[in-house]
């Protein structure tokens, strides 16, 4: 009797912790997105990495634009392309090119880091 009470347990918060997870993103779409203390190494990076190396690497520089690194990705960062780029703001090439655009957290996240000083963290 006891373990059957432990199995049903675990099922339930396994059964409701999946549910919740589906739904999260759904439910509190703003909570997620926390943009705070945020670092050029783990949090803007990845996203430059996963979606813009594949044509603005060093090796793949398409429309002669490499965003590969700090220094490289600041020109960008300092002449606005980025940003202009990024929210499809007219006068700018909407990027990532032929795909769907970055999350709204993840722009939100570069604007953020950008305006605390786009720092080199
Ligand atoms: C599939 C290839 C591809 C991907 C992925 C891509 N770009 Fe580009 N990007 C290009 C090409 C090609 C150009 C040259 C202009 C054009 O053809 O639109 C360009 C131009 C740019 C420019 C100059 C914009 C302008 O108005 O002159 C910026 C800034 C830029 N990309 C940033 C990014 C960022 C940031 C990402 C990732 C979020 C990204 N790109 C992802 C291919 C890509």
Not at 53 to 74: M, P, R, V, W
Not at 113 to 119: E, H, K, R
């Amino acid at each position: 009797m006891k373990y059957f009470r432990y199995i049903l347990v675990l099922s339930f918060c396994w059964t409701f912790g999946g549910c919740y997870y589906d739904k999260e993103e759904e439910l509190y779409p703003t909570v997620e997105c926390s943009v705070e203390n945020l670092s050029f190494q783990t949090d803007i990076l990845p996203i430059i990495e996963s979606n813009c190396y594949s044509c603005h690497d060093a090796a793949n520089n398409f429309g002669g634009i490499t965003l590969e690194g700090y220094n490289q990705l600041k020109v960008y960062i300092n002449n606005d392309q980025l940003v202009g780029a990024i929210k499809h703001e007219s006068g700018f090439s909407p990027m990532p090119k032929n795909t769907a655009p970055l999350l709204e957290c993840e722009i939100e996240k570069i604007e953020a880091w950008i305006s605390s000083g786009a720092l080199n963290n």
